[in-house]
């Protein structure tokens, strides 16, 4: 199976379709906290979030919405908007799937995305839009030649970076 560079190195078309897996632990969500500075007590006391009808602490909105990004960086897509709708809460450990849809390329390059990001039982979580501008022909043959010497730039493929 390609990866999401390998792809994006072909050339990205209406229709293409990526999807990735991931689990954020307590760990994610401190060190997302670290980064964003955002240390609302949603995410980290349970008797806040209880007041607030979650069962839980409830990971960052940003931290799901950052798998929008994971794909986006992986594929060479230089984004331009961003919109998101969260609809359900995400909890450390949940299982969620972030799949994304190319739904419109311009003329130029510019590009439309549908973003929908599910949990293990099949419930969206957040749906996003996104904006951005494809990769070209030169940045694909960057691509390649990166790829070609094994990605090494790649933290995603190359978790040991």
Known sequence: MKSLRERAVEGLQVGDRFAIVRF???????Q??????????IHF??????LRSFKAPIAHGLLTASLLTE???QIGWLAT????????????GDQITC??????????????????????EGMTVMEATTS?????IEEREC???MLSEGDPTNGAANPMN
Do not use: C
Not at 81 to 92: N, T
């Open 45 to 50: 006391d349970e008797r806040y979030a209880k």
């Open 99 to 120: 799949n994304w849809l190319i739904a419109d390329i311009d003329d130029r390059g510019h590009a439309k995305a549908e973003v929908r990001i599910t949990n293990a």
């Open 71 to 73: 794909i986006g960086g």
């Open 24 to 30: 954020f632990s307590d760990d994610d969500i401190r």
């Open 132 to 136: 951005g501008l494809l990769p070209g």
């Open 143 to 145: 691509l390649k030649k």
């Open 81 to 92: 908007g961003m919109s998101f709708v969260f609809k359900r809460p995400v909890y450390a």
């Open 32 to 41: 997302f906290a670290q980064i964003s500075r955002d240390y609302n007590p």
